[in-house]
C-alpha cells in the first residue's frame, strides 16, 4: 500500500493527537513498529518506547484513558507543521508547532509546544517513529 508523508503523517495525528483512538494509532505501524520518545524519563506517564503494533495499542489506550492535564486540545486553526522528504524515500521529518489556547479566565495567553518527530515508513506504515517533545508536557 503505498501512502505519501502527507497520508501518513495526517492519519497518525488524527488517530493519536485528535481522536485519541489507540487501534486507529496502532495501525498506522507496521506489525513490528516502535514508538520512541527519547526524551521521556523513566517512570513518566508518556511511554518511552513501544515495540510492536500490539503494544503500542494496548499501552497508548490505556494512556488516553487518562484525563489531559487541563483538558486543553491543540486549536487546529492555530497550529502547523511542516514535512521535510529526505533523501531516503522511507525518510521523513515534521517539524510541529502545537498551539493551545489560552484559559477563558483572561489567566494567560495561547501556548505554543514545538516538536520534532522522525518517520521511518514501510510498506505504507510506520516502521520507527521518534517523537521529540518537552517531556514536562506529557509527565
Do not use: C, W
Amino acid at each position: 500500500m503505498f501512502r505519501t508523508p502527507q497520508q501518513i503523517f495526517q492519519s497518525y495525528v488524527y488517530a493519536g493527537s485528535l481522536t485519541r483512538n489507540a487501534d486507529a494509532l496502532a495501525e498506522n505501524f507496521t506489525e513490528d513498529g516502535v514508538l520512541e520518545a527519547p526524551l521521556m524519563p523513566a517512570g513518566a506517564a508518556f511511554p518511552r518506547k513501544l515495540v510492536g503494533r500490539e503494544e503500542i495499542r494496548r499501552t497508548m489506550a490505556a494512556y488516553y484513558e487518562r484525563e489531559s492535564e487541563g483538558g486543553r486540545l491543540p486549536n487546529l486553526e492555530k497550529s502547523g507543521y511542516v514535512l521535510h522528504v529526505t533523501a531516503d524515500p522511507d525518510v521523513f521529518i515534521a517539524e510541529i508547532d502545537t498551539v493551545f489556547d489560552g484559559p477563558g479566565d483572561g489567566g494567560g495567553g495561547d501556548e505554543t509546544v514545538s516538536l520534532v518527530q522522525i518517520f521511518r515508513v514501510r510498506d505504507g506504515r510506520i516502521a520507527r517513529l521518534r517523537d521529540y517533545f518537552a517531556p514536562e508536557l506529557m509527565s
